[in-house]
């Protein structure tokens, strides 16, 4: 009698082992999971397989690492993971979370147009360089304003209103920065002219640079000439 009862738990034994699946999951890079099912039992990524009873329902539930990073796909052999559920079946499951981190265009303009320019580096610490492309979310940037060939204008700011022609920024969204440049030539317009201010107009004359401004016309230095 013994030895039948012993056998029927052996059995008993084989049957629940053989009906127990492997289920690895796997640690992501860029956030985390949690498998639960449904009596609230909880399964983390592990380096270790679980022995799931087949049959068993697990849902997920997946955690960014930071706001840069978010959840793409699951990949999984053994099984099919749908709305974040998977049904344990028969076959050995390996079960990966793939996160992907966010990709931001930066773009740097220079205003008046092709006045100087204005370049964009990504690095880190003190190697930079020239961007082609979007950056990983996160990425610091550095912004670079320089003066071109013609000196009746310098940088004046960024219209962030940053002054700094050198400055560093952080690509948390698509952006797009804007070197404004302002005349450097200075005008004895009175109080009297305000109201018939007119853009200003630089012109080559003779090899000397000359400015029409407000009806009358200056020289590089500023100085009204007629």
Known sequence: MKRQLYSIFCLLVITLTCEAT???????????YTAQDVNGQ???????????????????????????SYFAEWVCTGGTVSDNRLVVGDQAIILHARFQIHQYLIQ???????????????????????????VNCGSRIQLTATQGSDHAY????????????????EADDNRTYTAVFVSTVSSDVDDTEQDKVEPIHPYIEGGLLKVEYNGHIYNAQGARIY
């Open 22 to 32: 492997s289920v690895r999951l796997v640690a992501p890079n860029f956030g985390t």
């Open 42 to 68: 909880l399964y983390l990524p592990s380096e270790t397989a679980y022995d799931i009873p087949s049959g068993t329902v697990l849902t997920f539930t997946t955690t960014p690492k930071n706001d840069c």
């Open 108 to 134: 740097a303009e220079v205003q008046p147009a092709e006045i100087g320019t204005a370049t964009i580096k990504c690095g880190v610490r003190e190697i930079y360089l020239s961007v082609a492309g979007a």
């Open 154 to 169: 310098r940088f004046s700011h960024w219209d962030d209103g940053d002054t700094n022609a050198q400055r560093y920024v």
